[in-house]
């Protein structure tokens, strides 16, 4: 097991009272294999990756295990952090236009990384930097080396962001909306490079999304989110072919689909994602499920596994 | 560059114009002439030195015969330091506003910008709030104000720095003037300072580079300052202003030799082409430190084409 999760807890401490992000979410990552994690805005996905990374806002806290190769991360402080982020695990980010220093060379912000981790020269360092733009598919590579964020588009920074990612082959990759900010066309170029990268290197992805066509072409297990928690855990396939959360039923269905002229007008889930400061006792999704029971709304249900690798957080025996 | 250069140049001569226009009929406004005195003089001899002057001519043709002189370079003579003409007063004065602006610009950038990006680091800390309840304070407190009381405490009763005076340019006479020049602007740079370097510190490239794994110094020195000091640097044009305008009463107060006080002496005694020649000298050197200072920008922040 590469990450190991147990009942991580993320909490931001606001004027307003206290917002439960991520709630006693627990999953793990095998070495090499491809995690999606899917979910509205809001749902914890990226706070989940962000208190592992130990990125999480100044008002924020993460408590529970996360065991990174066995080891214990979580709590860590800053300079140990710094021993494993961008070497051990790696993660880009959703707006590749923000995400790189404006006012620093591409060069720079790369070679400062091998020179930190690795204790490269700088001649080294280039070396190693530009091989990675040829692998991510920069050309003229050792031009672009030298120029400044503003001269790429979109998707070239995501490419750097994600060659930047890899100075160090990392054992884990994670891409927070990596293609949200792109272009359409752009957007599978970027999803088939980090799914390539992955095979090549024999490096762990997590695609954190909420696009799910993004999360059908390259991953191997998916987790669905809703407010802060894991309802559905499913291989690829079983997940769109058998939904068994009404909520992942839900977004499937949301999905503008083009053999499908029938319906007019989209489907939406109605209702609003659930309030974070007061979640409801019983089930988060009760107030806009179509399937809701006595139940739902006394008690939460449980993360129970229902078939191998497969897990669900509902009541309801059977959503089809 | 060039060209972006040359154009700004040109585009200051209309500027430079209208300042010498307003400058000069204000001048004449002014109740009073240069050589009027409580003891009147004698007509005749009254009327010969305006003839000398070429004061006795229509204002209009004065200032025509002034714009034409000026552009030959000639300012003209003081009519109150005798055998001095203009020029001799701003070059024997300009080195030593030159010394005590200088120094205070270096203060305050220096002084300002640490205190400001420590403020930033240590947001909501009983340091932020000291430096920024000090800035209000020193940016509340007018400099005629603070002079005298410096000069009373650490000149009077402290007696550990001279009160006034130059002293021929010694560090002690210095320390007074330069901190009272310096302390607003201080104040000013440590305010931009901190308000910039915490939208920085929250944008999304410094999550980048913590992501990265390089600790928080370089995080800070290497990714934060060079876009959170640009607003500094943008400021550094009125700062200058701030500085030549504060340096012409500091330079009062202290009794220096600077420009600033052969500015007050001319405007007390309606010393025309001293005061003339100094509102000229010090509009040409707002307008060119401005030009620099967008140089400069274009220069820090690769996005900026200075065209």
Redesign the interface.
Known sequence: MLLDVQNLTTRFHTHDGEVFAVNDVSFHIEPGECLGIVGESGSGKTQIFMSI???LAKNGTAEGDVLFEGKQILGLS??Q???????EF??I?Q?PM???????RIA?QMT??LV??RGMGEKDAEKASIELLDLVGIPESKKRFRM?P?EFSGGMRQRV?IA??LLCQPKLLIADEPTTALDVTVQAQIIELIARLGRELNMATVLITHDLGVIAGLSDRVLVMYGGRIVEEAAVRELFHDPQHPYTRGLLDSMPRLDDSSRASLYTIPGQPPNLQALPDGCSFAPRCTHTMEICRKQRPLLQKIAAGRTKACHLENVS | MLAYTLRRIGSAIPTLLFIITIAFFMMRLAPGGPFDRERQLPPEIEANILRAYNLDKPVYEQYFDYLINIMHGDFGPSYKYLDFTVTDLITTGFPVSLRLGMSAILLAIFVGVFAGTIAALKQNSVFDYMVMGTAMTGIAIPNFVMAPLLALIFGVYLSWLPVAGWGGGAIAYQVMPIITLALPQIAYVARLTRGSMVETMNSNFIRTARAKGLNERIVVIRHALKGGLLPVISYLGPATAEIITGSVVIEAIFDIPGIGRYFVNGALNRDYPVVMGVVIFFALLIITLNLVVDLIYGFLDPRVKVE
Do not use: I, Q
């Open positions: 990374m130990g990125l800053t300079a952090l710094n021993t494993l982020r961008g070497v790696s993660m980010f707006d923000t995400s790189l220093n404006p006012y620093l720079k400062e990384v930190a981790h400044y503003h962001m930047m990612s």
